[in-house]
Structure formats: structure tokens, C-alpha cells
């Protein structure tokens, strides 16, 4: 069994790009939720995926944005990107049953530095 | 909104030293209470969660208890190794049963441990 991956590991942006990050869930998941966590911060919620849909979002702009494929992977996009969105963004995978969402398990992330 | 508060860090114990880790929340209702352990370069783990008034978790010789009175969830350990060194968040979700969805975490803690 396989845990979460993310790819890549490290990336460097300039202002103003787009950027793609990629998230393979864990093996009997159906559910993705993304976290920004800059320099030494929490993560934040930025949203969740279950079953192709958007299932929840935290407090982050529309220039986030996401994707769930049927294999339950997911993609971050971010567009436009600001100085301050250089942070490591987690991906958590975790199962779903009947309104319930059981152990969230993380991804190591991808550290993003926008310069 | 709800909020989780944790002491700041650094921490820096001597092996076999005791481990206590502050953390209170603010929530509106009954949050579950989780502790998740940042090891360097690693993806965040589940070390422990507790999911109402008076419940304890434990693991791997850390506990916690809910502490609804004083909205706390403190970390203890006993005896901490080496090993242990790493970051500690505390975080709560508003689902029941220690069902998760979005996680709030605190800033985190990062304890060194040193022989």
C-alpha cells in the first residue's frame, strides 16, 4: 500500500505565473483536502475534493483552484502568483463514508518559492 | 471563528527530560482535538486525538487530555528521546466523532531533544 505523494518537490515561480501541483492519494481514499503552510505556520485549509467535486473551502481566493480525477489524484492550481503564496502545500488523503471523514493522512509537500 | 493557540517555541529538553506541549482552542460547539507530529521532511502524522470532554489519547508514550472546562489539550511525555525532536501542531476539527474535516491547526512547536 501506498501513502500520499506529491510531486514536485520543490518549485520555483515568478510573480505573476501559474503553477500546477500534483497529489496522488492513498490506496482505498476518495477524498483530497490541500493546505498551505507558510514558514513557520500552521497549515491552512485551502479546500477538499470528494468524488470530483468541491467539498468545502477555507478562506483563500478564487485564483486557487482544484481537480479530482476519477483515481482520486488531485491538482492544485494557483494563478497569478503573489510573493506571499511561497509556502509548502500539503495534500491529505483520507476516506468518506456517509458524511463521515475518517483519519486524514499527508502527503511530504511541495515546497513553492515565488520570487 | 475557531482557533487553536499553542506555546511557542523553540523547546529544547534534555533525553528523559518531561515533555509538556501547551495548546487551547476556541470553537463555537464541540470540537475533536488532534496532535499531529512534524518530523524534518516529512509529511504531518496523527499522533494523537481525543474527540470529547475528559477523553485521553495516547501514543507512543504522549498524552493528552480534553479539557472542556479549560478549552486545553495539553501534550505529555514523560520521558522524551531523541527521537522525538521534530514539530508538534495541535488542531481541531468541528465533526463529530473524530471524524475530520478541515483541520484548524495551531502554529506548531518545534521540540529539540537533546542526548
Known amino acids: 500500500e501506498t501513502g500520499v505523494t506529491q510531486s514536485p518537490t520543490h518549485l520555483i515561480k515568478t510573480r505573476g505565473q501559474q503553477v500546477t501541483l500534483r497529489c496522488s492519494s492513498q490506496?482505498?481514499?476518495?477524498?483530497v483536502s490541500w493546505y498551505q503552510q507558510a514558514l513557520g505556520q500552521g497549515p491552512q485549509f485551502i479546500f477538499q475534493?470528494?468524488?470530483?467535486?468541491?467539498?468545502g473551502r477555507g478562506n483563500f481566493p478564487p485564483r486557487f483552484s482544484g481537480l479530482q480525477f476519477p483515481n482520486y489524484s488531485s491538482e492544485l492550481n494557483v494563478n497569478a502568483l503573489e510573493l506571499d503564496d511561497s509556502a509548502l502545500y500539503l495534500c491529505?488523503?483520507?476516506?468518506?463514508?456517509?458524511?463521515?471523514?475518517?483519519?486524514?493522512?499527508f502527503g511530504p509537500g511541495t515546497r513553492l518559492t515565488v520570487t | 471563528g475557531n482557533s487553536v493557540t499553542q506555546m511557542e517555541g523553540p523547546v529544547t529538553l534534555s533525553e528523559e527530560a518531561f515533555l509538556t506541549i501547551n495548546c487551547t482552542y476556541t470553537?463555537?460547539?464541540?470540537?475533536?482535538l488532534f496532535w499531529y507530529v512534524q518530523y524534518p521532511g516529512e509529511g504531518l502524522q496523527l499522533l494523537l486525538k481525543a474527540t470529547k470532554a475528559d477523553d485521553k489519547g495516547s501514543n507512543k508514550g504522549f498524552e493528552a487530555t480534553y479539557r472542556k472546562e479549560t478549552t486545553s489539550f495539553h501534550l505529555e511525555k514523560g520521558s522524551v528521546q531523541v527521537s522525538d525532536s521534530a514539530v508538534y501542531f495541535c488542531a481541531l476539527s468541528m465533526l463529530y466523532g473524530g471524524s475530520q474535516g478541515n483541520l484548524i491547526f495551531g502554529k506548531g512547536t518545534k521540540l529539540s531533544v537533546k542526548p
Open positions: 490506496s482505498g481514499h476518495n477524498t
Open positions: 475534493y470528494y468524488r470530483e467535486e468541491e467539498n
Open positions: 491529505a488523503s483520507s476516506l468518506m463514508v456517509g458524511g463521515n471523514s475518517y483519519e486524514q493522512y
Open positions: 470553537a463555537t460547539g464541540y470540537p475533536s
